[in-house]
């Protein structure tokens, strides 16, 4: 089950992979500064994920302007989030969580997807700048997609 409202997000430190190389993103290096948005989904180059992430990447002014920043997790290596991002045009960070550690954190874990093995669920959190999960939100199936105009107004409101 996904964490609540009101819960402390754990920190996690994820692999993305960049021109320079790989790169190291920390959920706390947000603390004090910005919101920041969580977004899990289940495995990139899937017909609803790359729906999902090209529709938050062209509509990435909304949450920038929102002070957030958004990261996309997924289990897949950061050499395939790199792929992906590049082929799809996804401008914000993709971040590997290839042991499943965070995705297990916060309580987004998807049990044998498909046949294929366990993923992230498709799940978003909003996270204020004192780190606490202010939105919470797992959807049904994978082929669901969250409420990214309620991540707004939740936004909006901090």
Do not use: W
């Amino acid at each position: 089950m996904a964490l609540a409202i009101g819960s402390k997000a754990p920190d996690f430190v994820l692999k993305t992979k960049t021109a320079e190389g790989l790169k190291d993103i920390r959920m706390n290096d947000n603390l004090g500064k910005k919101n920041t948005v969580l977004v899990f989904f289940p495995l990139a180059f899937t017909s609803v994920c790359t729906q999902e992430l090209c529709d938050l990447s062209s509509g990435l002014g909304a949450f920038t302007g929102l002070n957030a920043d958004v990261f996309g997790i997924s289990v897949d290596s950061p050499f395939t989030l790199e792929v992906f991002a590049k082929k799809e045009n996804i401008t914000f960070p993709l971040l590997s969580d290839l042991n499943k550690d965070t995705t297990k954190a916060y309580g987004v874990l998807f049990e044998n997807l498909a046949g294929i093995g366990d993923t992230s669920a498709r799940a978003v959190f909003v996270v204020d700048k004192a780190g606490t999960i202010v939105h919470s939100e797992q959807t049904p199936t994978p082929k669901d997609l969250p409420d990214f105009a309620l991540v707004k107004a939740v936004l909006a409101k901090l």
